[in-house]
């Protein structure tokens, strides 16, 4: 993502331009300018996931960015567009993918906890309880490194993935944030470890 410069997103929409030049016409430039397409795709590649889609990217650019201008917001749109190339990120070698999960309590409670400033939401957790999940991730991240699972990743709400990844970059950003929307139907999902809450003020992380 750090390698990515305007001029290098120039060139792959001139490359998509010959292929697809009414969808490339209407999407980039008023509607969604290269520097806005630069920090989706930047924030793409930052969370592991390729960019070659660029035609699914800008479609769905094309449907949402009326609504917003939010690089982030937008990101979050693609991604969903993006599900099959997420999904196949994350398989193993047999199809499977490994799940980090959250509590049910947990979930619900954080996603309480949401506030919408500006255009985005934004988790509004006491400043331990945000500790606590972030020691908790942490220790379920490691648990499973202990297993000698390769890429697994935390699933969640996803009204908590942007602002759930925010929080976690600083500690975790190793581990992929993925939302439940992001994973296609019917995939073989196995939860190995889930975050819990213990007690009324207590988060740790426990084997599922």
Known sequence: DELLTREDVQQLVDRL?????????EVVGELVPIGTLQRV????????IPIRELQIILEALGEYAGKTKNPEILTEVVRKHLSRTI??????????????T???ALEH???????????????ALPSETALAVSTATANAW????????????????????LPLASMLSRTL????????NEIVLNTDIEPVETISLV??????????
């Open 17 to 25: 331009r010959k292929q697809q030049p009414s969808l490339v016409g």
């Open 109 to 123: 409670q954080m996603a309480s906890s949401l506030r919408q400033e500006a255009d985005m939401l934004n988790l």
């Open 142 to 161: 490691k648990a499973v490194m202990d297993k000698g699972i390769e890429k697994p990743i935390l699933l969640c709400d996803s009204r908590l993935r």
């Open 87 to 100: 999904t196949e990120q994350f398989k193993d070698k047999t199809g499977k993918i490994f799940a980090i």
């Open 173 to 180: 950003p190793q581990l992929p944030v993925v939302a439940y």
């Open 199 to 208: 007690g009324s003020n207590k988060t740790i992380a426990q084997k599922s």
């Open 41 to 48: 795709l930047k924030n793409l590649l930052k969370s592991g």
């Open 102 to 104: 959250l509590d049910p």
